[in-house]
């Protein structure tokens, strides 16, 4: 009898050891269990630690409730401005709702990504190519927003939304290089000619000092003849002023009036003619003088 009882006591406990063996479950501190008994939804989210559910009859599903960075395959799209490009991104999201992340949704990851994608491309469609390449952080904001409205229904909340890459064509980056290279020329081209038009005032000023103090001239001179031979030059290049060589062109004009011109030579004298012989010979008589209808005399 008391061996029955021991066999007996012994197969309970063998039984309680594997039904405690089948309903023990464990949940790690990032995540949350959600216990569905025939189906239907049991109490409340399980915290994280040891838990018992119903060997055959409660399924115990567990959610990672840690930060999930996922990327977002890259879209082709058409901006706004009709130019084409190809935008990737990369998303972070959160589930902040395990029972809904279980019962709203079939595969909330699937999902995120999908509305990840769509908001993408429509975002591309409703900006300018300035906008998605100087004007991420709007479109980051609006980004997030397209798709945080539809997931906060499935318990997952987006935290970040970022644009990594836009890819242009390449007829398009050579014409933003030669946009880029034209306006650095501009610019190149405004603060040279700053620097003339400063140059120039200071340029003015000391001339207007040098033309009080004609010294000043020679001492820059001076100081100019300094600075080229202190390079070592076999050629030293003197200026020659040009008011000097205006001084002796003056000169020289007036002194060509007050010198005396050389008298013109004289004029040579007609030569004599030769005397005509004194004997003509007769002109013979033509008879042109007669009147019509005489007749001719000899």
Do not use: C
């Not at 952080?137 to 997952?156: C, F, H, R, T, Y």
């Not at 970040?160 to 946009?179: N, W, Y």
Request: hydrophobic share 40%.
């Amino acid at each position: 009898m008391l061996q029955e009882f021991l066999v007996a006591g012994v197969a309970v406990g063998s039984a309680g050891v594997v039904y405690v063996a089948a309903a023990a479950r464990v949940v790690k501190q990032y995540e949350r269990g959600v216990v569905l008994r025939l189906g239907r939804l049991r109490g409340g989210v399980r915290p994280p630690g040891f838990t018992m559910v119903v060997p055959g009859v409660d399924r115990l599903r567990k959610v990672n409730m840690q930060i999930v960075t996922m990327p977002v395959p890259a879209q082709d799209g058409i901006t706004r401005d009709n130019v084409t490009v190809r935008v990737d991104a990369v998303i972070y999201f959160k589930v902040v709702d395990a029972a809904d992340a279980v019962i709203q949704v079939e595969d909330y990851r699937f999902a995120v990504s999908q509305m990840a994608q769509t908001s993408l491309r429509s975002i591309i469609g409703k900006s300018d190519l300035d906008d998605l390449l100087s004007n991420r952080e709007k479109l980051n904001q609006g980004l997030e927003l397209m798709i945080d409205s539809p997931a906060m229904g499935w318990g997952v909340q987006i935290d970040r939304v970022e644009i990594k890459d836009v890819s242009l064509p390449e007829t398009m980056k050579r014409s933003m290089a030669r946009q880029a290279e034209a306006d650095r020329e501009r610019r190149a081209r405004i603060i040279n000619a700053d620097a003339e038009l400063q140059a120039s005032k200071k340029l003015a000023e000391a001339a207007g000092v040098m033309s009080e103090q004609p010294a000043a001239l020679q001492l820059r001179l001076l100081q100019t003849v300094v600075a080229v031979a202190a390079e070592k030059n076999s050629t030293l290049v003197l200026p020659f002023p040009v008011e000097l060589l205006r001084f002796l062109e003056r000169a020289q004009n007036r002194s060509e009036p007050s010198a005396e011109t050389p008298p013109p030579p004289p004029e040579p004298s007609p030569s004599p003619e030769p005397a005509s012989p004194s004997t003509s010979t007769p002109l013979p008589e033509t008879g042109l003088h007669d009147e019509p209808g005489e007749p001719r005399k000899e």
